[in-house]
C-alpha cells in the first residue's frame, strides 16, 4: 500500500524549497546543480522528477522559458515554515508551543546566541 501524500513538504521536497525562495526563479538544471554543491550527486532526472511531483502538490509554479521550464514555489517561506512548524507542535508536542520550546532549551543543543535571540523575540512579542 503507498503512502498517503502529505501536504507538507518532505525532507527532500524542503531542500528544493529553499533553493528557490533564495533564488526566486531557477530551472530544475538550476536546482540540480545547487543541490550537488553538498557533494551529494544527485540525477538530473530524479530532481526534475521530483519538482513535476512538487507542482502536482501544489508547491511549486512551473512556467515555459523557450524549450525549458522555470520554477518558483508557490507559498512564502515564512507561510511554508509556519505551517510545517504548526504540524509539529501539534503532532509532537500536543500543541503546546511552551512544550516545543522547553524542550528546545532543555536539549542543551541551543547555543547563547540562540538563546539570546529567542528572548529577544519574546520580548519584542510582549511591547506589540
Not at 33 to 53: H, I, P
Request: proline share 2%; glycine share 6%.
Amino acid at each position: 500500500m503507498s503512502r498517503p501524500s502529505s501536504v507538507n513538504p518532505t525532507p527532500g521536497e524542503l531542500e528544493v524549497l529553499k533553493i528557490l525562495w533564495s533564488c526566486g526563479e531557477c530551472s530544475s538544471r538550476d536546482v540540480q546543480e545547487s543541490l550537488n554543491e553538498d557533494g551529494k550527486e544527485r540525477a538530473y532526472t530524479s530532481v526534475a522528477s521530483l519538482m513535476n511531483v512538487m507542482v502536482d502538490k501544489g508547491l511549486l509554479k512551473r512556467k515555459q522559458q523557450g524549450r525549458a521550464f522555470l520554477y518558483s514555489a508557490k507559498a512564502a517561506k515564512r507561510r511554508t515554515l509556519s505551517e510545517l512548524l504548526s504540524d509539529l507542535v501539534g503532532r509532537a508536542f500536543e500543541g503546546s508551543a511552551s512544550q516545543l520550546v522547553a524542550h528546545l532549551v532543555e536539549s542543551g543543543k541551543l547555543t547563547q546566541e540562540e538563546l539570546d535571540q529567542i528572548r529577544q523575540a519574546i520580548d519584542e512579542h510582549q511591547e506589540n
